[in-house]
């Protein structure tokens, strides 16, 4: 049961934590894509530039949530969501519609959200320097051990405050999406241009008005990812720039464009990274006695080292596209 414990708390939990942000993000970059048609870069850095909206909010105001009993950065995560919505909106206006006014191809589109990418960057280092911050500016982060009630069993079950929070915000999130896409007017539109644009501009859709809302959805997500992942661990100018390519292989896994396999590719992607870099030696210890005496399990039976984490994500891709080219869900073909 010890062996078991370890797993929950080093595969479930972690899995999950890493699937959930996996999937925010995953659906932002899907969006985007089956909107404006090309993958945006800069997805990771408005993740980033949430997260740091949030921070210094914390810093001016770090007892405002002590009031509400919550930790005062997930006070501030709405005003953050705002801010980040903005910023989309605005690096829309600024660099991308004007690019295609011109009708430029899609390849175009994706060098110049590299380029915002370097530019976010830059500025978040300018202002929030190099080094790592906690967003538990004046709060403490809950650590919560949950004994399990068998005999013989010693080690907890362990789940922390920001963990919580991002399993319940990312159900709330995913939940709303589906209802704003499936019952909303907006959402119903934002479907129809997702499928034909031509079409829905024939039909009378505003195109540039569900732009607009799209970097709304896209960027107010962006600062949730971004903030719950800070909250987990601390806030650094690089925080979500080496999840980028995770987080599309996980909207590409999932079915480019569509938004519920995003949630699904996040969660595969999140669990096969935990299942890689786990010890499985840890479970088999206890029938070691039953082995044959030649046989020796090694310290370390993971199937990759944690260092090799990030190959793990594009494997799934490869497997997943070979055996089904259009993604899990059926999304759309580049």
Avoid: C
């Amino acid at each position: 049961m010890n062996e078991l414990i370890f797993f929950i708390n080093n595969v479930v939990i972690a899995g999950s934590v890493t699937g959930s942000i996996y999937a925010i993000g995953a659906i932002g970059v899907t969006l985007i894509f089956s909107i404006m048609r090309f993958a945006h870069f800069a997805h990771a850095d408005m993740m980033t530039f949430g997260a740091f909206m949030v921070l210094l909010l914390t810093t001016l105001f770090p007892a405002a949530g002590a009031s509400m009993g919550i930790p005062t950065a997930l006070l501030m995560l709405p005003v953050a969501m705002l801010l980040t919505a903005l910023l989309a909106v605005g690096i829309d206006k600024a660099f991308y519609k004007p690019l295609r006014a011109h009708g430029v191809k899609p390849i175009v589109l994706v060098i110049g959200s590299l380029g915002v990418t370097l530019m976010l960057q830059g500025l978040i280092r300018l202002f929030a320097g190099t080094g790592g911050q906690s967003l538990y500016v004046d709060d403490r982060k809950e650590i919560f051990r949950i004994a399990v009630p068998f005999e013989g069993v010693r080690a907890p079950i362990v789940i922390t405050e920001p963990q919580i929070y991002l399993f319940v915000i990312t159900l709330v999130a995913v939940v709303a999406l589906h209802l704003f896409l499936n019952r909303s007017r907006l959402g119903k539109a934002m479907r129809a241009m997702s499928d034909n644009p031509e079409l829905a501009q024939a039909s009378g859709i505003n195109t540039n008005t569900i732009v607009a809302v799209t970097w709304v959805i896209a960027g107010s997500l962006a600062a949730i990812a971004g903030t719950l992942l800070a909250l987990d661990v601390t806030f650094k100018p690089d925080l979500s720039f080496f999840l980028l390519l995770p987080i599309f292989a996980a909207a590409i896994v999932g079915g480019v464009g569509h938004p519920y396999g995003a949630i699904a590719g996040g969660f595969v992607v999140g669990f096969a990274e935990t299942l890689a870099v786990f010890n499985w030696n840890v479970l088999l210890r206890p029938f070691q006695d039953s082995f044959p005496a030649w046989l020796e399990l090694p310290s370390n039976l993971a199937f990759v080292g944690t260092e090799y984490k990030i190959v793990v994500p594009f494997f799934i891709l490869v497997a997943i596209l070979v055996w089904r080219p259009t993604g899990l869900f059926k999304g759309k073909v580049i």
